[in-house]
């Protein structure tokens, strides 16, 4: 009836929910924690919203117009990087 990967299913998942009971207890008895946790999340965000809006402009939408504009301009480009890997690989083989 219980075969040893059936039993090892029900301990690997008993072990999980034992892990998330434990977490889940010490959050809801956190105090200056919650606030801590709350700060964090919020500069994290914060972070990355200034991080994509300032230092990552989306330069393929800016250059070309079109989707398939777009796509053939990255398609280029992996092709050109991949010729140049490919040459660099035979150079250091020699």
Not at 9 to 22: D, I, L
Request: net charge positive.
């Amino acid at each position: 009836m219980f075969s040893p990967v059936n039993l090892f299913v029900r301990h690997a998942a008993n072990a999980a929910t034992g892990v998330w009971r434990f977490y889940l207890d010490g959050f809801r008895q956190m105090t200056v924690g919650r606030k801590l946790w709350a700060l964090i999340i919020v500069k994290l965000i914060f972070i990355f919203l200034v991080l994509k809006l300032f230092f990552f402009p989306n330069i393929l939408s800016r250059d070309f117009d079109t989707d398939q504009e777009r796509a053939d301009h990255v398609r280029r480009q992996l092709m050109q990087d991949s010729k140049k890997q490919t040459s660099e690989t035979i150079i250091h083989l020699n």
